[in-house]
T-cell receptor
């Protein structure tokens, strides 16, 4: 399976600011995904990011709040914009395994907004 | 709307005491059901994929089974290192690969 890293691993941010989370994979992958895991809740898909096309957002998530870049087949960023305390969560990227429908997850970014 | 419900929310076992975790799901058309293990402060670790009713998969002390409405994760003679949160997710057979997760079962195995 792919080795996935995320930066930063955690951060504490002031409300109204923005944070960009990076996701790096050690091999080329077509599909990358961004999930949110709020305290006590299940993982929820924010958007799917395919290289060469615009990200596809799930209901309840908008590009202005969560802009995503996918410049190549090994890298993606998720920005959390104009943050509020409700954005405090763990943000996880995952990649699709070639040939199967499995997804492998990065270690996550723990974000606290004060 | 696709949904996944896991039970129990938490489970405490003694080392060697076997048990099962349940994952009930509703999905328009099932492409696959996935089990993950998540340790505190880490991302989910992939365990199994099940594609059709009647399918079973095993890995060490874990065995996953699938019916048309639910999946079970059987843990045989668990050890303290099996303590983790176990997540179940489904993927519908649409053109997208979105995973819909349950809230997980927190398993604690005491020595």
């Amino acid at each position: 399976s792919a080795v996935i890293s995320q930066k930063p691993s955690r951060d504490i941010c002031q409300r109204g600011t923005s944070l960009t989370i990076q996701c790096q994979v050690d091999s080329q992958v077509t599909m990358m995904f961004w999930y949110r895991q709020q305290p006590g809740q299940s993982l929820t898909l924010i958007a799917t990011a395919n290289q060469g096309s615009e990200a596809t957002y799930e209901s309840g998530f908008v590009i202005d709040k969560f802009p995503i870049s996918r410049p190549n087949l090994t890298f993606s960023t998720l920005t959390v914009s104009n943050m509020s305390p409700e954005d405090s969560s763990i943000y996880l990227c995952s990649v699709g395994a070639g040939g199967t429908y499995e997804q492998y997850f990065g270690p996550g970014t723990r974000l606290t907004v004060t | 709307e696709d949904q996944v419900t896991q039970s129990p929310e938490a489970l405490r076992l003694q080392e060697g005491e076997s048990s099962s975790l349940n994952c009930s799901y509703t999905v328009s058309g099932l492409r696959g059901l996935f089990w993950y293990r998540q340790d505190p402060g880490k991302g989910p670790e992939f365990l199994f994929t099940l594609y059709s009713a009647g399918e079973e998969k095993e890995k060490e002390r874990l065995k996953a089974t699938l019916t048309k409405k639910e999946s079970f994760l059987h843990i045989t003679a668990p050890k303290p290192e099996d303590s983790a949160t176990y997540l179940c997710a489904v993927q519908a057979d649409t053109g997208f690969q979105k995973l819909v997760f349950g809230t997980g079962t927190r398993l604690l195995v005491s020595p």
